[in-house]
């Protein structure tokens, strides 16, 4: 693949590292994208493109006309008010799509729920507790039906970190907390190996699947802070027992404990992680 028309719903940390990742592969691309910035013609790591202007309540209808140009499409905006605001914009205006080749829809690993610390995949069962991962489930579902008439793929991502922010930027900055929580860890993605699945996709695509995107082994914030103190000779963070959490998001997330596995992702897409674990990820080997 030599040039690629990429319309971007939502210009955040993933797809701005997938645009990092074509221009490295020399990969001339053609980019419309939607943020709150009003609409108009911006630059991003000297690449041209334009923007249309999108909130919940109100968008710039050029976008309309503009969306039918672009083959492939990368949905990474999260719900709004427990809406998807691409498939709300679908409701009304199912032509745009008439042209895709590519559909990519940015998912979450909360659909899993709590299991308990026991590893997920795909067929696993899905018991969201929390609303977040009730909200990113029933998404799925309307995306993986849309998929019988559209090339849909689905990626569940694990907690996403990068270079710029992760535990030890958080403890630099004085804004981190640890949760101690005996046995539970954690399954990460490094935002480098988001953008690596999303290339090894547009040469290998298959509708309406779903992918787990995560390193190879979960690991607990506890495990990693001794190594993290030690080598960057920082100081430690507060930490808070997860008993003493009072009802929130924070604590929620707490709840819902499994370690996901990424065997399908990396057989079907051929794809070696950059960082297999966050130990990696973070520089402590």
């Known amino acids: 693949m030599h040039e690629i028309n990429l319309f971007c719903f939502g210009f955040g940390q993933v797809a701005k590292a997938f645009i990092i990742n074509l221009l490295k592969n020399k990969i001339k691309i053609n980019l419309l994208t939607t943020s709150r910035e009003k609409t108009g013609e911006y630059n991003y790591s000297n690449l041209k493109y334009i923007n249309c202007n999108f909130h919940e309540k109100n968008y710039d209808k050029y ?24 498939l709300e914009l679908l409701k009304s205006n199912s032509n745009i799509l008439e042209k895709s080749k ?3 829809y940015l998912s979450s690993t909360s659909v899993y ?21 009730k909200t990113r489930l029933e998404i799925e579902n309307r ?17 996403i970190y990068s270079k710029e922010n992760n535990l030890i930027t958080r403890i630099k900055k004085n804004n981190s907390r640890i949760i101690k929580k ?3 860890k954690f399954s990460r993605i490094h935002l480098e190996d988001i953008s690596g699945f999303l290339l090894s996709s547009l040469e290998n695509f298959k509708s309406g699947e ?23 000779n920082l100081k430690s963070p507060i930490f808070i027992d997860f008993n ?19 065997n399908k992702a990396k057989t079907f897409f051929n794809y070696e992680l950059i960082y297999p674990t966050i130990r990696e990820g973070l520089k402590l080997w």
């Open 63 to 86: 976008l309309l006309k503009e969306i039918k140009k672009f083959s492939h499409i990368l949905i990474s905006t999260p719900p709004v008010n427990s809406k998807d605001l691409f």
């Open 102 to 104: 590519w559909i990519t």
């Open 113 to 133: 729920g709590n299991h308990d610390g026991a590893w997920v995949d795909e067929n696993s069962k899905l018991i969201p507790s929390t609303k977040k991962g």
């Open 143 to 159: 995306w993986k039906k849309l998929s019988k008439d559209y090339p849909i793929q689905i990626f569940r991502l694990a907690g």
């Open 182 to 184: 005996k046995f539970h």
């Open 210 to 232: 779903i992918y787990n995107i995560a390193d190879d082994r979960p690991i607990s914030n506890e495990e990693l802070l001794s190594e993290i103190l030690e080598k960057y």
């Open 244 to 262: 003493d959490l009072k009802d929130s998001t924070l604590k929620e997330f707490y709840l819902a404990s499994k370690k996901v596995k990424n």
